[in-house]
């Protein structure tokens, strides 16, 4: 019993690290607000994981076989609201560290995973492909809590910083437009393919 606790790290560090609607979100952030602006935001989405990950270990999943219908509702809810953020990403001017505007702060953050379909089925396929049956339900919600946020704490920043980066180099330049366009497209197309995935 217990939890494949290497093999499920090299997991989510590839889950957490490769392009989704999260990562999306953190980038165009960074791109927006710069990385110092934007740490309260990146904060609360490393946390925001975890707000999904204990009910999920402690057996909402179980809901979801009783009450299919609530989670296909909330996965298409979730998807109509990211594809309004990348709306919004779409439509932005970039002036890296300089807007106008507050950056989103811990609040914000805190609703991206909650409200991302990627997220609900990595930790999903991490309860159900890497731990042992009969493993004690909190020793297995721990460590897949703490691998996912271990691998959050490296990753979230390093997709701000790489926003930021971008800025720094096309803001105020006809790229700007192509750039933020770009970035909506991929959230949309990362929240598509999760969906079609997920049947």
Not at 24 to 48: D, I, K
Not at 72 to 78: D, E, G, N, R, V
Not at 130 to 148: E, K, M, S, Y
Request: aromatic fraction near 12%; hydrophobic fraction near 55%.
């Amino acid at each position: 019993m217990g939890v494949a606790t290497a093999t499920f790290l090299a997991f989510a560090a590839s889950q957490v690290g490769t392009p989704g609607p999260a990562n999306m979100a953190l980038l165009a952030t960074g791109a927006r607000y710069g990385l110092r602006n934007s740490l309260g935001f990146v904060a609360g989405v490393a946390f925001g994981k975890q707000l999904i990950i204990w009910p999920i270990g402690f057996g909402l999943m179980g809901l979801a076989t009783q009450v299919p219908w609530l989670f296909t509702i909330l996965k298409f809810a979730s998807a109509a609201y990211i594809f309004w953020l990348a709306w919004k990403v779409a439509n932005l001017k970039l002036s890296p560290g300089r807007a106008d505007d507050d950056a989103p702060g811990f609040a914000a953050g805190l609703v991206v995973h909650p409200l991302n379909p990627k997220a609900w089925a990595m930790i999903t396929a991490g309860f159900t492909n890497f731990v042992d049956p009969g493993t004690p339900t909190l020793q297995a919600t721990a460590i897949i809590a703490a691998c996912l946020f271990a691998c959050q704490l490296v990753l979230h920043p390093l997709w701000c910083w790489g926003g930021d980066r971008l800025a720094a180099t096309v803001a105020g330049k006809p790229a700007e437009r192509w750039l933020m366009w770009a970035l909506a497209a991929l959230t949309v197309l990362s929240v598509l393919f999760v969906l079609v995935q997920g049947g």
